[in-house]
């Protein structure tokens, strides 16, 4: 029987290709699976990003931040995951055409998979302003057919939804995100271990929930529903203004939901679960049930980042 959380860590991370990653109060960390079986980790000392402490600016920071810090992990990861294989291919160049031609296919493969992943990650920036701003030119077009009149506000909140919901189920049939979600999930359960005090092994992690407040597709989901919010007191004008407009309050939307997601984050009362509660749902489509070798890795990554004092229970 799992243990109730007995507080909230400040440790965050993120899934990357065969492997996750960690940051803390003092330092981050990556861990990945490496194709001979074993975990490679690493530690890295952290600076604290500036104007941290002031509110709605330390959102839009953060997440320059944690874009930056994400892609540089995950590269690393990739290189990581498959470097054995890549070298095995290029040692055995030397046999007959076929079978090099053979070889550099599976190269090429590889390569594309770590493309992907990290295309599909780095896409989530620009689906920032994709979800804001796409609705916007597809309602002017639906009015230009079907007047919509007052009805404007509501229609573009609806395709906002839709397109969000309909992109990350569409990237979830890709293998090899679907495999980085699982890492996704055991990241969660890792962390809600670690809040719980349970003992960090994988028989125990699994018992965990998936789900978690602090979530990047929480803070993703929680952009799009601020920007219906705002947006629906911003009078319709010409569809390219209103794009222009709502591009121009992208960073004041990243930093109202990235304060509704820190206070979610930081409570446990009946307010912080509501929050939580339409994110929660959407990771569904992010973050899957992982298996006992990517418990271990989480396991191994969140270990580096425990501060040695411990953190604060109270």
Same mark, same amino acid.
């Given at each position: 029987?799992?243990?109730?959380?007995?507080?909230?860590?400040?440790?965050?991370?993120?899934?990357?290709?065969?492997?996750?990653?960690?940051?803390?109060?003092?330092?981050?960390?990556?861990?990945?699976?490496?194709?001979?079986?074993?975990?490679?980790?690493?530690?890295?000392?952290?600076?604290?990003?500036?104007?941290?402490?002031?509110?709605?600016?330390?959102?839009?920071?953060?997440?320059?931040?944690?874009?930056?810090?994400?892609?540089?992990?995950?590269?690393?990861?990739?290189?990581?995951?498959?470097?054995?294989?890549?070298?095995?291919?290029?040692?055995?160049?030397?046999?007959?055409?076929?079978?090099?031609?053979?070889?550099?296919?599976?190269?090429? /493969? &590889?390569?594309?998979?770590?493309? %992907?992943?990290?295309? +599909? #990650?780095? $896409?989530? !920036?620009?689906? =920032?302003?994709?979800?804001?701003?796409?609705?916007?030119?597809?309602?002017?077009?639906? /009015? &230009?057919?079907?007047?919509?009149? %007052?009805?404007?506000? +509501? #229609?573009? $909140?609806? !395709?906002?939804? =839709?397109?969000?919901?309909?992109?990350?189920?569409?990237?979830?049939?890709?293998?090899?995100?679907?495999?980085?979600?699982?890492?996704?999930?055991?990241?969660?359960?890792?962390?809600?271990?670690?809040?719980?005090?349970?003992?960090?092994?994988?028989?125990?992690?699994?018992?965990?929930?998936?789900?978690?407040?602090?979530?990047?597709?929480?803070?993703?989901?929680?952009?799009?529903?601020?920007?219906?919010?705002?947006?629906?007191?911003?009078?319709?004008?010409?569809?390219?203004?209103?794009?222009?407009?709502?591009?121009?309050?992208?960073?004041?939307?990243?930093?109202?939901?990235?304060?509704?997601?820190?206070?979610?984050?930081?409570?446990?009362?009946?307010?912080?679960?509501?929050?939580?509660?339409?994110?929660?749902?959407?990771?569904?489509?992010?973050?899957?049930?992982?298996?006992?070798?990517?418990?271990?890795?989480?396991?191994?990554?969140?270990?580096?980042?425990?501060?040695?004092?411990?953190?604060?229970?109270?």
């Amino acid at each position: 029987m799992k243990k109730k959380e007995q507080f909230k860590t400040t440790i965050g991370g993120q899934a990357l290709i065969e492997g996750v990653y960690m940051r803390g109060p003092e330092k981050a960390s990556i861990a990945i699976r490496k194709p001979d079986g074993g975990i490679y980790t690493e530690t890295f000392e952290i600076n604290p990003p500036p104007l941290k402490k002031v509110p709605l600016v330390r959102g839009v920071v953060s997440m320059i931040y944690s874009l930056i810090s994400g892609y540089k992990s995950i590269m690393k990861s990739a290189d990581i995951a498959f470097a054995e294989e890549l070298e095995k291919i290029e040692e055995n160049e030397g046999q007959e055409d076929t079978d090099r031609a053979e070889k550099d296919e599976k190269k090429e /493969d &590889k390569l594309m998979n770590s493309a %992907g992943v990290i295309g +599909a #990650v780095l $896409g989530g !920036l620009l689906s =920032i302003a994709l979800f804001v701003v796409a609705p916007t030119f597809i309602t002017g077009l639906i /009015d &230009k057919i079907f007047p919509l009149g %007052g009805f404007k506000a +509501a #229609v573009e $909140g609806v !395709l906002k939804i =839709i397109l969000f919901l309909a992109y990350l189920f569409l990237v979830t049939r890709i293998k090899d995100i679907r495999r980085v979600f699982e890492y996704h999930g055991a990241e969660h359960k890792t962390i809600a271990c670690y809040e719980a005090m349970d003992e960090l092994t994988p028989l125990r992690v699994k018992e965990y929930s998936r789900f978690h407040p602090r979530c990047g597709t929480s803070f993703l989901f929680l952009v799009v529903i601020v920007s219906i919010a705002i947006f629906s007191f911003i009078p319709f004008t010409g569809t390219l203004a209103r794009a222009g407009i709502k591009l121009l309050f992208i960073p004041v939307i990243m930093g109202i939901a990235y304060e509704i997601l820190r206070y979610a984050g930081r409570r446990s009362n009946l307010l912080s679960a509501i929050l939580s509660a339409p994110g929660k749902w959407v990771q569904r489509l992010t973050a899957f049930e992982p298996d006992e070798s990517q418990m271990e890795v989480a396991i191994a990554a969140l270990r580096e980042v425990i501060p040695e004092g411990g953190e604060n229970a109270g």
